[in-house]
């Protein structure tokens, strides 16, 4: 097979390098080769391309066949043209001169097809960042007029919640002022019925008062009586009586409702029924032992006066 000329990967992964090289044809790809012309690199923009012109113009002389890539590449740095022009020199279609002349004004437009390209590459790269810094303002413009729309509504909330607490604090003062006037009517309505609770109290307990001083009325109209009785039949008896029987039966009768009359006096007037028992069975005692007294003064009294008649 006649020899080729062809790319030979080099480089990463990700990241691929090429050697244009002459092998034979029947050696791998990353094999054997007969010369290395020059490097090729895809990766950069425009694509980076060294070869070793007058190398590979002699091998595509020779008979050597480019594969596909290479002779993309090989056109591209004016190879196959100089081949091309060689061999009409030979034919005689034309001089060498002319030949010449040709081949630079090629290379005179392929270096400013390559500067346009370079420019549109500069000018559209521009082109794309003021495109991204417009699009950028657009952007924050937008998430400008998103923030001071939701800080309008915020502010909005606020003053409304400003304006539900001012409310708020005017019904809570007006709810307390009422609440304050609705315990002073209260308390003046209240008093008058302290004061009728007290009055009757007072007027219930006045008779418990006046109970105790009717009972010391008849108590103390019943010792005076005694005496009177007592008196009657002494006054009957003869005047030869000794005046000195006659005092002693006077004062004991009379000293013994006065010694009754402090008794009850000394005693409140709202005592409670348990203190008044013992005090009334204490009293029917000493009215009983006082009739007794009396019985037997009386009882002596008539045996004197049996003894005298």
Same mark, same amino acid.
């Given at each position: 097979m006649p020899t080729k000329i062809r790319l030979q990967r080099k480089g990463k992964k990700g990241r691929p390098f090429y050697h244009l090289v002459v092998a034979d044809g029947r050696a791998p790809r990353d094999g054997k080769?007969?010369?290395? +012309?020059?490097?090729?690199?895809?990766?950069?923009?425009?694509?980076?391309?060294?070869?070793?012109?007058?190398?590979?113009?002699?091998?595509?002389?020779?008979?050597?066949?480019?594969?596909?890539?290479?002779?993309?590449?090989l056109s591209r740095e004016g190879v196959m043209l100089k081949?091309?022009?060689l061999r009409g020199v030979k034919k005689g279609a034309l001089t060498e001169e002319a030949a010449e002349e040709k081949f630079q004004d090629w290379l005179k437009?392929?270096?400013?097809?390559? @500067?346009?390209?370079?420019?549109?590459?500069?000018?559209?790269?521009?082109? +794309?960042?003021?495109?991204?810094? #417009?699009?950028?303002?657009?952007?924050?413009?937008?998430?400008?007029e998103s923030l001071?729309?939701?800080?309008?509504?915020?502010?909005?909330?606020?003053?409304?919640?400003?304006?539900?607490?001012?409310?708020e604090a005017v019904s809570d003062e007006t709810a307390e002022?009422?609440?304050?006037?609705?315990?002073?009517?209260?308390?003046?309505?209240? #008093?008058?019925?302290?004061?009728?609770?007290?009055?009757?109290?007072?007027?219930?307990? @006045?008779?418990?008062?006046?109970e105790p001083e009717a009972e010391?009325?008849?108590?103390?109209?019943a010792p005076a009586e005694e005496p009177k009785a007592e008196e009657k039949p002494?006054?009957?008896?003869?005047?030869?009586?000794?005046?000195?029987?006659?005092?002693?039966?006077?004062?004991?009768?009379?000293?013994?409702?006065?010694a009754e009359e402090k008794s009850k006096e000394e005693t409140p007037?709202?005592?409670?029924?348990?203190e008044k028992e013992p005090k009334e069975e204490a009293e029917k005692k000493s009215e009983a032992k006082a009739s007794d007294t009396e019985k037997k003064e009386a009882d002596t009294a008539e045996e004197d006066k049996d003894k005298k008649e």
């Open positions: 080769f007969i010369e290395r +012309l020059g490097t090729y690199d895809p990766i950069t923009d425009p694509a980076t391309v060294e070869i070793n012109f007058d190398r590979a113009l002699y091998w595509v002389q020779v008979g050597a066949q480019p594969t596909d890539t290479a002779r993309s590449i081949d091309h022009l437009e392929k270096a400013s097809k390559i @500067e346009q390209v370079a420019k549109d590459a500069e000018l559209s790269k521009k082109e +794309l960042k003021k495109k991204q810094v #417009e699009d950028e303002r657009k952007i924050n413009e937008a998430r400008a001071a729309k939701k800080a309008a509504k915020e502010s909005m909330k606020e003053d409304k919640k400003a304006e539900t607490e001012e409310v002022a009422k609440a304050e006037e609705d315990v002073k009517e209260e308390a003046p309505a209240e #008093e008058p019925k302290a004061e009728k609770e007290a009055k009757e109290e007072a007027q219930a307990e @006045e008779p418990k008062a006046e010391k009325k008849p108590e103390e109209k002494e006054e009957k008896a003869p005047a030869e009586e000794p005046e000195a029987e006659k005092k002693p039966e006077e004062e004991a009768p009379a000293k013994e409702p006065k007037a709202e005592e409670s029924k348990e």
